[in-house]
């Protein structure tokens, strides 16, 4: 379900890159599905007004293209008080004062749902092989938590150096092929780090076997653009229509059956060893993402190869897309920022080999990708909750069955109530002061204390709220150390056009555009 939270549509990325007759397609298709909304519309009851209906219908679509704005209007209009947004699909009510955060985060799980908003986004009936997952929270356990938040993340001090080197050579290999301008390299930089996290991530969830898999690996890539084109659709549908087109694109995601099908004789042969260990035979130890969520699913109920397969599919469908594009916007601001880049350098030349050790450290790194993080959020809505039961919050603010609870992200984390000069770049602002030194002079750092990337509080929600804070963050944040620490200490990075649009928006995402290009430049010939 992973990150779920951050449902983008890489499939609108196609727009990005200009590309005319897509974007006529996209906008066709588009029109069409809201023909299909407004012809679906069954409510013809006495006070029924078609123009008003269309009217409404248009602003709701509004959400689409402007949900960054609409998020932000309402939070300044809210004075911390619950707030609406309508969008064509869903009302969202989204929450920002700790008192409202804390009454979603205590509500119980058969009221408010990561799982049921992570279903409606990422519909896995039709794109996670008939994917049903339960919508109440534990019906089938939580292990999956302790596989990720501990299991993978105690795993990092051994995966490290390889990915380290792995990384390298790769990005390496990735930068040769592309194209040369006037002596020197252009690399579209978005296309170029989703390929290295969806490496790091196969390395580090399921060995380095499966990830000289190509076809896997192929599959692993285009599995995250098909599975949000597919969800996107389905969700724009009138709900009768759903099951029916869902069922038929589902059947044409052909990386969803690659990766079902190469990962469940792996998981078989998991189950056939499990059950011989309960015997008391002796069997191979596996260090793998496989192998955690099996031993880590129901004692009395243990899961089957097929439901592991699922879990895993889930997972890496969220691992996969919120880190690249974390990393591709800080590699953006490395590039809008050079003075950060000899004090990151330095950090990393004294501390890189201590962080494949401990898999910890690197505070100014972690600082920077923070700070990127907060002004360039892959997602404006964060701690999705869709109601399963009707909700009132203590003000009086109403939910239905099927609608969503939320945050502002982006909106509390650019209140100069709680970060200073909020629009300003100040890579270092979460870093200990002391750590700078004389250095510090140089760089404005205003955070009243010092924290660190994978803290959650009120004031920082891009790994979500409270109990269900994402598990992954310790591995994500290893992972983005590991490639910004390899592009830092390998090359150095300038945009090809520094004042070119940098991403593109849909719902409440940016998504980096895939056509900016950036020189990596190798600093040792
Ligand atoms: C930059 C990268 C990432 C971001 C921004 C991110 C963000 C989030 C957010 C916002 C949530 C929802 C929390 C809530 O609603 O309170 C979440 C949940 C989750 N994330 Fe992540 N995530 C990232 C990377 C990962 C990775 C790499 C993994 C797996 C290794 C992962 C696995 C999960 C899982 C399994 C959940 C569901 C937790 C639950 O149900 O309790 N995430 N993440």
Same mark, same amino acid.
């Given at each position: 379900?992973? !990150?779920?939270?951050?449902?983008?549509?890489?499939?609108?990325?196609?727009?990005?890159?200009?590309?005319?007759?897509?974007?006529?397609?996209?906008?066709?298709?588009?029109?069409?599905?809201?023909?299909? #909304?407004?012809?679906?519309?069954?409510?013809?009851?006495?006070?029924?007004?078609?123009?008003?209906?269309?009217?409404?219908?248009?602003?709701?679509?509004?959400?689409?293209?402007?949900?960054?704005?609409?998020?932000?209007?309402?939070?300044?209009?809210?004075?911390?008080?619950?707030?609406?947004?309508?969008?064509?699909? *869903?009302?969202?009510?989204?929450?920002?004062?700790?008192?409202?955060?804390?009454?979603? $985060?205590?509500?119980?799980?058969?009221?408010?749902?990561?799982?049921?908003?992570?279903?409606?986004?990422?519909?896995?009936?039709?794109?996670?092989?008939?994917?049903?997952?339960?919508?109440?929270?534990?019906?089938?356990? !939580?292990?999956?938590?302790?596989?990720?938040?501990?299991?993978?993340?105690?795993?990092?001090?051994?995966?490290?150096?390889?990915?380290?080197?792995?990384?390298?050579?790769?990005?390496?290999?990735?930068?040769?092929?592309?194209?040369?301008?006037?002596?020197?390299?252009?690399?579209?930089?978005?296309?170029?780090?989703?390929?290295?996290?969806?490496?790091?991530?196969?390395?580090?969830?399921?060995?380095?076997?499966?990830?000289?898999?190509?076809?896997?690996?192929?599959?692993?890539?285009?599995?995250?653009? #098909?599975?949000?084109?597919?969800?996107?659709?389905?969700?724009?549908?009138?709900?009768?229509?759903?099951?029916?087109?869902?069922?038929?694109?589902?059947?044409?995601?052909?990386?969803? @059956?690659?990766?079902?099908?190469?990962?469940?004789?792996?998981?078989?042969?998991?189950?056939?060893?499990?059950?011989?260990?309960?015997?008391?035979?002796?069997?191979?130890?596996?260090?793998?993402?496989?192998?955690?969520?099996? @031993?880590?699913?129901?004692?009395? *109920?243990?899961?089957?190869?097929?439901?592991?397969?699922?879990?895993?599919?889930?997972?890496?469908?969220?691992?996969?897309?919120?880190?690249?594009?974390?990393?591709?916007?800080?590699?953006? @601001?490395?590039?809008?920022?050079?003075?950060?880049?000899?004090?990151?350098?330095?950090?990393?030349?004294?501390?890189?080999?201590?962080?494949?050790?401990?898999?910890?450290?690197?505070?100014?790194?972690?600082?920077?990708?923070?700070?990127?993080?907060?002004?360039?959020?892959?997602?404006?809505?964060?701690?999705?909750?869709?109601?399963?039961?009707?909700?009132?919050?203590? $003000?009086?603010?109403?939910?239905?069955?099927?609608?969503?609870?939320?945050?502002?992200?982006?909106?509390?984390?650019? *209140?100069?109530?709680?970060?200073?000069?909020?629009?300003?770049?100040?890579?270092?602002?979460?870093? $200990?002061? *002391?750590?700078?030194?004389?250095?510090? $002079?140089?760089?404005?750092?205003?955070?009243?204390?010092?924290?660190?990337?994978? @803290?959650?509080?009120?004031?920082?929600?891009?790994?979500?709220?409270?109990?269900?804070?994402?598990?992954?963050?310790?591995?994500?944040?290893?992972?983005?150390?590991?490639?910004?620490?390899?592009?830092?200490?390998?090359?150095?990075?300038?945009?090809?056009?520094?004042?070119?649009?940098?991403?593109?928006?849909?719902?409440?995402?940016?998504?980096?555009?895939?056509?900016?290009?950036?020189?990596?430049?190798?600093?040792?010939?």
């Amino acid at each position: 379900m992973g !990150v779920t939270s951050d449902l983008q549509l890489l499939w609108l990325t196609k727009l990005s890159t200009g590309a005319d007759l897509t974007t006529s397609i996209v906008l066709t298709f588009l029109v069409g599905l809201f023909c299909l #909304q407004v012809l679906a519309a069954t409510d013809k009851s006495s006070g029924y007004n078609p123009i008003k209906y269309v009217q409404n219908r248009i602003k709701t679509w509004q959400y689409l293209f402007k949900g960054q704005k609409i998020i932000q209007d309402g939070y300044e209009k809210s004075g911390g008080k619950p707030y609406e947004v309508l969008a064509p699909d *869903n009302r969202y009510v989204f929450v920002s004062d700790p008192k409202y955060i804390r009454e979603l $985060d205590k509500a119980p799980d058969n009221v408010l749902s990561l799982q049921g908003a992570a279903k409606q986004m990422l519909q896995p009936m039709y794109t996670m092989q008939h994917f049903n997952w339960f919508v109440i929270r534990g019906t089938e356990g !939580v292990g999956f938590i302790r596989a990720l938040r501990t299991l993978l993340t105690n795993n990092l001090p051994e995966i490290l150096p390889d990915l380290s080197s792995i990384i390298r050579s790769r990005m390496a290999e990735l930068r040769n092929s592309h194209p040369t301008i006037k002596g020197e390299k252009h690399s579209p930089v978005y296309p170029m780090i989703v390929k290295l996290v969806v490496l790091s991530n196969a390395v580090s969830f399921f060995g380095k076997d499966l990830a000289k898999n190509d076809a896997f690996m192929e599959s692993a890539l285009e599995y995250i653009e #098909q599975t949000l084109i597919c969800a996107e659709i389905v969700r724009l549908l009138p709900k009768f229509m759903a099951p029916i087109v869902g069922n038929l694109l589902g059947a044409r995601l052909k990386a969803q @059956d690659v990766i079902f099908n190469t990962l469940m004789p792996i998981a078989e042969q998991r189950v056939i060893e499990r059950e011989a260990k309960a015997m008391g035979q002796e069997v191979p130890h596996h260090p793998d993402c496989i192998q955690w969520i099996m @031993d880590t699913s129901p004692r009395q *109920n243990p899961w089957s190869a097929q439901r592991v397969v699922h879990e895993l599919m889930a997972i890496w469908f969220g691992s996969v897309h919120a880190v690249s594009t974390t990393i591709t916007f800080a590699i953006h @601001d490395l590039c809008l920022h050079p003075e950060y880049v000899e004090p990151l350098r330095n950090e990393l030349v004294q501390g890189y080999a201590e962080f494949e050790r401990t898999s910890v450290g690197l505070p100014l790194l972690d600082s920077f990708i923070k700070e990127s993080a907060r002004l360039t959020p892959v997602e404006a809505q964060s701690s999705r909750r869709s109601v399963l039961k009707p909700f009132t919050f203590s $003000d009086g603010t109403k939910l239905a069955v099927g609608e969503w609870a939320c945050t502002p992200v982006r909106s509390i984390m650019q *209140n100069p109530e709680f970060y200073p000069s909020p629009l300003e770049f100040n890579g270092f602002r979460f870093a $200990d002061p *002391n750590i700078l030194g004389d250095a510090g $002079d140089a760089f404005k750092y205003k955070q009243p204390k010092p924290s660190k990337l994978t @803290d959650c509080d009120n004031t920082f929600h891009v790994w979500g709220t409270g109990r269900m804070a994402c598990p992954g963050r310790y591995y994500a944040t290893a992972v983005m150390k590991v490639i910004m620490g390899q592009v830092i200490l390998h090359y150095d990075c300038e945009m090809v056009e520094q004042a070119g649009p940098r991403f593109f928006e849909w719902r409440s995402t940016i998504l980096p555009r895939s056509n900016t290009m950036i020189k990596f430049k190798p600093l040792h010939a």
